[in-house]
């Protein structure tokens, strides 16, 4: 039996897997579940890939995917939603990740707005959305999930190391990465159904229960705009509200920094 029909049979009566494609090198399982959509796949085909050579980040970053080691898939999801809202999937996407490796792995994994998983102050997922768009309606999305499952701190790349952390560093286990896909692929599903039924306001609040940041001072930039404040929450629509001298603001999109509590003293 081959990974594409254990696969196959472990998801077997579900929409995240109605349809999946195993290979073992891809550039990136999200350009291939585009091009996939394209060509008219329906809503949960899974792509995995063993390795990714252009593993994609956001802004042109990349992502680190050895072979062996990680779980590096996307799954193709036909919401009707305005392409504005488009960003919130990453936050659902990353919501069943945190939620799988809770209930499934007993891991404190949190969601560090928008897209990041973290366990303490490690990276341990990645998820990036991608949505083709036709006027102002998501024609369709491709989420892509980034888990490191087996890695020893040595398999990460120097840059990376202190920084990110895996299932296998996290929880002392070799979990099959099999098994895993099983785990999150469930838990994606069912917050994404939540999603669908019931809009960003059905997720929220259990994405602020596993929050990194609410309650935290942090600082966002976005482009050349640096806003600094206490995280207050997330919004009906998936920005972050942001405490700031000069009142609440809401942000879109950007890159969070943690500000250090001894720094935060000293500013105040
Ligand atoms: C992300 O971007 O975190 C989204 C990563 C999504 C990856 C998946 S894999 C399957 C699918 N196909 C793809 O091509 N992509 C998706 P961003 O927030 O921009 O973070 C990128 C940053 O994370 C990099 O600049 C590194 O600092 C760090 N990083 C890279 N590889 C990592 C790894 N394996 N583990 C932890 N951190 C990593």
């Not at 990349?62 to 960003?87: E, K, T, Y």
């Not at 991608?130 to 701190?153: C, K, P, S």
């Not at 299932?167 to 999603?195: H, I, M, N």
């Amino acid at each position: 039996m081959n990974d594409h029909s254990k696969i196959e049979d472990m998801l077997k009566g579900r929409l995240f897997g109605v349809n999946v494609h195993v290979f073992g090198t891809l550039a990136s399982t999200n350009d291939t579940a585009v091009a996939l959509g394209r060509d008219a796949a329906p809503e949960g085909t899974l792509v995995v890939a063993d390795r990714q050579t252009q593993g994609k980040g956001r802004l042109g970053r990349r992502w680190d995917s050895r072979p062996g080691l990680g779980l590096w898939f996307s799954v193709i999801l036909r919401p009707a939603m305005n392409a504005r809202h488009a960003s919130a999937l990453s936050m659902v996407g990353a919501l069943g990740v945190a939620s799988a490796l809770r209930g499934d792995y007993n891991l404190p994994a949190e969601v560090k707005w928008p897209n990041d998983v973290m366990v303490g102050q490690r990276k341990i997922c990645g998820v990036l959305s991608e949505g083709v768009i036709t006027g102002d309606a998501v024609d369709f999305a491709v989420l892509g999930v980034g888990l490191n499952v087996l890695h020893g701190e040595a398999d990460f790349p120097e840059d990376l190391r202190g920084k990110a952390t895996s299932v296998r560093l996290e929880t002392g286990k070799a979990v099959a990465r099999l098994e895993a896909l099983a785990s999150v692929a469930a838990a994606l599903e069912s917050r994404y159904l939540l999603f669908k039924a019931r809009g960003f306001a059905g997720v929220r609040p259990a994405l602020l229960e596993v929050s990194a940041l609410v309650g935290k001072p942090v600082v966002v930039t976005s482009g050349s705009v640096r806003v600094e404040g206490t995280a207050a929450g997330i919004d009906d629509e998936g920005a972050l509200v942001l405490r700031t001298a000069g009142g609440d603001r809401r942000v879109w999109a950007g890159e969070v920094e943690g500000l250090a509590l001894d720094e935060h003293r000293r500013r105040r």
